[in-house]
T-cell receptor
Framework: DQQVKQNSPSLSVQEGRISILNCDYT??????FLWYKKYPAEGPTFLIS?????DKNEDGRFTVFLNKSAKHLSLHIVPSQPGDSAVYFC??????????????FGQGTILTVHP | ETGVTQTPRHLVMGMTNKKSLKCEQH?????MYWYKQSAKKPLELMFV???????ENNSVPSRFSPECPNSSHLFLHLHTLQPEDSALYLC????????????FGPGTRLLVL
C-alpha cells in the first residue's frame, strides 16, 4: 500500500514556464511534507517543506501548496530553468504514531525543462 | 569535506562475499538513516539510529547488519546477499529523529552477482 503517490512519472516544460509537480497521500497522520530533487549519480537534495498548519510555503522560485482536505500537495517552479531538470520526490512524515521520524517517499517525477 | 559522504560509490559483489558500506556526516547531526532505492520503486527506509541507538529496523533481512559507532558514522555490513538486493543504498542524517528534514549522501550503487 503506497501512502505517498506521484502519479505522473514525467513532466516536460519549456524554459521560463511554470512546472507543477503533484503528490497525493493517504495517511491522515502525515503532517509534514517535503520535496527533494535528485540528479543522476547524486543523493536527493532537500528543496522545500511545509507543515500541515500552513497551506503555502515559498522559497524563491519554489512554492509548495498543501490541500489537507484533498490530501494533496504540489510544487510550483516559476520560472523553470534547464538546470531544474531532475527527478523530484515528494516525502511525508508525522510527528506522532508509526510515521514519527520516518520519511515516506513517492516514486518520483522526472522533470525535463527544454531551452 | 562537508555534508554527508558515502563510500564506496559503486560496489560489485558475489553472493558469498562480505562487504561494508560507510557513511559519514559532517553536519553535527544525531540521527542517521539507511535507505534502499530499487529500480522503479520509492526510497524505502531500512534503519534509523538516534544518538547511536537503533530506533527502527524496517523488517530488513538479517543479511544487512547496521553499525553506528558514533553520531557521525554509520555502516551497513553486507553478507550473503541476493541479486534482488542490487540497488542504490542511501544514507541520510538529521538533527535528531523527529526533525524531518533529512540530508542525503550520494549513495552507493550495489550490484550483486
Amino acid at each position: 500500500d503506497q501512502q505517498v503517490k506521484q502519479n505522473s512519472p514525467s513532466l516536460s516544460v519549456q524554459e521560463g514556464r511554470i512546472s507543477i509537480l503533484n503528490c497525493d497521500y493517504t495517511n491522515s497522520m502525515f503532517d509534514y511534507f517535503l520535496w527533494y530533487k535528485k540528479y543522476p549519480a547524486e543523493g536527493p537534495t532537500f528543496l522545500i517543506s511545509i507543515s500541515s498548519i500552513k497551506d503555502k510555503n515559498e522559497d524563491g522560485r519554489f512554492t509548495v501548496f498543501l490541500n489537507k482536505s484533498a490530501k494533496h500537495l504540489s510544487l510550483h517552479i516559476v520560472p523553470s530553468q534547464p538546470g531544474d531538470s531532475a527527478v523530484y520526490f515528494c516525502a511525508a512524515s508525522g510527528l506522532g504514531g508509526t510515521s514519527y521520524g520516518k520519511l515516506t517517499f513517492g516514486q518520483g517525477t522526472i522533470l525535463t525543462v527544454h531551452p | 569535506e562537508t555534508g554527508v559522504t558515502q563510500t564506496p560509490r559503486h560496489l560489485v559483489m558475489g553472493m558469498t562475499n562480505k562487504k561494508s558500506l560507510k557513511c559519514e556526516q559532517h553536519l553535527g547531526h544525531n540521527a542517521m538513516y539507511w535507505y534502499k532505492q530499487s529500480a522503479k520503486k520509492p526510497l524505502e527506509l531500512m534503519f534509523v539510529y538516534n544518538f547511536k541507538e537503533q530506533t527502527e529496523n524496517n523488517s530488513v533481512p538479517s543479511r544487512f547488519s547496521p553499525e553506528c559507532p558514533n553520531s557521525s558514522h554509520l555502516f551497513l555490513h553486507l553478507h550473503t546477499l541476493q541479486p534482488e538486493d542490487s540497488a542504490l543504498y542511501l544514507c541520510a542524517s538529521s538533527v535528531h529523529r523527529g526533525q524531518e528534514t533529512q540530508y542525503f549522501g550520494p549513495g552507493t550503487r550495489l550490484l550483486v552477482l
